[in-house]
């Protein structure tokens, strides 16, 4: 028996008799179309088919699928990590067949095999959690219907001495275990996460192609300095510092000139800085003209003031989103005022010249402009 789904409503599927028939009851006969799947070990078709009630009963062909297996050879460190992903070369990938992405199972001796593969020519890569490019591609292999293709090329794969293991142990000023912490690995301008966040001792493992351009490896943690790591080694010991912080302070009458909106700045950063960071992410300025702002990383930043609707709590928990208005005011941001981070910054008090005249008159260009309710 197969089993059978419909694409658009929510089933878990049913197996088909014997004699390969299903039966459909109660469905809304409002709807023009239905897709079916059709699913078993071995065969395959040309998924989803449609059809449409008040037709002929629908009969679905499945044809003979093929298979292949093989074996990954690791070093002995390495216990997880590798992706296999196969595609269909050229043509139609709905004609050619899906692309079908497993992981290595080391409990079953790194060995992996893909069933129900639709006949045709296909290639293999694998690659290590992550990474963009594949640390081997293995093309043109061919896969018939009823057969399961026997490949010297995939028994086995040899990795030996193309990915190798690191392990990282990351600890706060005080030598305390940092849970939580996030890994990225560089390589020229590519960039892409490693391994898990590191568990409650500090500690994770990850993988990585040991050949071609030396990788970067760079920690994160929020709340604290972000560290980049030349040269990697197979073990690691991390030690995070705080973040600097700043605290910015405005003319309280400025703040009042807002209501009832609500006054937000955040730090835009400036000069070289790790791919997809821009700066913080923006705070409320309080009643008392206090904003206090944690910066991931010392630098050159350049405030960035806005006006937004107030943050009120629905009764379900969610916030309403915030509708922001970028202020134009002449005499701060656009005179390229600056803040240099230091690493050493612990609540820096910095007087900023946003005047209450500043922001009423970037309200009314604001509701000049339309951009202000």
Not at 148 to 155: F, G, V, Y
Not at 242 to 269: H, Q
């Amino acid at each position: 028996p197969a089993r059978w789904s419909f694409a658009n409503i929510r089933s878990d599927g049913l197996p088909s008799g014997s004699d390969g028939t299903f039966t459909v009851r109660g469905f809304n006969m409002a709807k023009e179309s239905h897709r079916v799947r059709t699913h078993r070990e071995g065969y395959f078709c040309q998924d989803p088919v449609e059809f449409t009630f008040g037709t002929a009963d629908l009969r679905i062909v499945m044809s003979s699928a093929g298979a292949f297996a093989g074996r990954v050879l690791l070093p002995e460190d390495v216990t997880d990590g590798i992706n296999l992903c196969m595609t269909p070369e050229g043509g139609d990938r709905e004609q050619k067949g899906p692309r079908l992405l497993m992981l290595i199972e080391h409990d079953r001796g790194n060995r992996f095999s893909f069933k129900s593969v639709p006949p045709g020519t296909y290639q293999l890569s694998v690659s290590v959690n992550g990474a963009s490019e594949p640390v081997a591609l293995i093309p043109g292999i061919q896969i018939r219907g009823g057969e399961t293709t026997s490949d010297p090329r995939l028994n086995p794969i040899d990795l030996r001495e193309v990915v190798a293991s690191a392990q990282v142990m990351v600890v706060g000023p005080d030598g305390a275990p940092v849970k939580g912490a996030k890994l990225t690995m560089e390589v020229g301008r590519s960039s892409w996460g490693v391994g898990d966040r590191t568990d409650k001792k500090g500690v994770t493992r990850f993988v990585f192609d040991r050949r071609g351009a030396a990788p970067r490896l760079r920690v994160e943690k929020k709340g604290y300095l972000s560290q980049e790591i030349a040269r990697i080694r197979p073990v690691m010991r991390v030690t995070l510092k705080p973040s600097p912080s700043v605290v910015l302070r405005v003319s309280p009458d400025a703040v009042a000139a807002a209501k009832p909106r609500e006054l937000r700045v955040r730090l835009k950063a400036l000069g070289e800085v790790p791919r997809g960071f821009h700066g913080t992410d923006s705070v409320a300025v309080s009643a008392e003209g206090v904003a206090r702002i944690v910066v991931p990383r010392a630098g050159l930043y350049q405030t960035q003031w806005s006006l937004s609707e107030p943050v009120q709590r629905r009764p379900n928990g969610r916030y309403t989103t915030i509708k922001e208005t970028s202020l134009e005011v002449p005499s701060f941001v656009e005179s390229g005022d600056k803040i240099e981070v230091l690493p050493a910054d612990h609540d820096r008090e910095i007087p900023v010249n946003l005047t209450r005249s500043d922001i009423e008159k970037a309200m009314a260009k604001a509701e000049k402009k339309g951009k202000g309710r």
